[in-house]
């Protein structure tokens, strides 16, 4: 079983910044669109930010877009979200996952392999 091993959440208070690192476990991610997802308590996991299999587009939410940044390094095998100016509506369990395909799509049912999560809070 494939799986994806998150890192770099926490605590920190509204206008901060975290950076969220995603590896793979056994595998490499250059076959694979990687994605950042968050699910907040009560609500749907949702899409955050995605990059294709090449690196060279992204998507983002509306949401975050101008203070996230999704990058991959294949030399780490690693995608990376920096999140700036942070929200307390950014709070949530985040996830990567992995698609077996070349678009930054950021449909949760398109991806196969998921990490565990790592909790995000942003406090007023």
């Known amino acids: 079983q494939l799986q994806l091993v998150e890192s770099g959440g926490g605590l920190v208070h509204a206008g901060g910044s975290l950076r969220l690192s995603c590896a793979p476990s056994?595998?490499?991610?250059?076959?694979?669109?990687i994605g950042w997802f968050r699910q907040a308590p009560g609500k749907v996991r949702e899409g955050v930010s995605c990059?294709?299999?090449?690196?060279?587009?992204?998507t983002y939410a509306a949401s975050v877009k101008g203070r996230f940044s999704i990058s991959r390094d294949s030399a780490n095998n690693t995608v990376y979200l920096q999140m700036n100016g942070l929200q307390t509506e950014d709070t949530g369990i985040y996830y990567c996952?992995?698609?077996?395909?070349?678009?930054?799509?950021?449909?949760?049912?398109?991806?196969?392999?998921w990490g565990q999560g790592t909790p995000v809070t942003v406090s007023s």
């Open positions: 990059i294709s299999r090449d690196g060279h587009s992204t």
């Open positions: 996952g992995a698609h077996f395909g070349v678009e930054a799509t950021c449909v949760v049912g398109l991806y196969s392999y």
């Open positions: 056994g595998f490499t991610l250059d076959y694979y669109a």
